[in-house]
């Protein structure tokens, strides 16, 4: 059975971290490059990362570059997203995708 499992969401203050981890099964996942995206309340699901099958390559949305890292462990199955610095804008659940397969999604939530 092909799925992903998100965990590591919370609430943070701003300026705090947190990590999030994507465990993978039931697909080859080092063939395949991985994507976390978020939704807020009212907005558009919107792409924050992509990371190439091997590691070697990274992308960013404008809004999270330089404050959040994306990173795999293709030998644990997992993916990773290391957010730092975090904003009250960063709030949303993210979800971590392989083509067409999703994640149930862990909240994150930026408050004082």
Do not use: H
């Not at 705090?16 to 465990?23: E, F, I, K, P």
């Not at 996942?29 to 792409?47: I, V």
């Not at 030998?75 to 960063?90: A, G, H, P, R």
């Amino acid at each position: 059975q092909v799925q992903l499992v998100e965990s590591g969401g919370g609430l943070v203050q701003p300026g705090g971290s947190l990590r999030l981890s994507c465990a993978a099964s039931g697909f080859t996942f080092s063939s395949r490059s991985m994507k976390w995206y978020r939704q807020a309340p009212g907005k558009e699901r919107e792409l924050v990362a992509v990371i190439s099958s091997a590691g070697y390559s990274t992308n960013y949305a404008k809004s999270v570059k330089g404050r959040f890292t994306i990173s795999r462990d293709n030998f644990k199955n997992t993916l990773y997203l290391q957010m730092d610095s975090l904003k009250f804008e960063d709030t949303a659940m993210y979800y971590c995708n392989a083509d067409s397969v999703w994640g149930q999604g862990t909240q994150v939530t930026v408050s004082s």
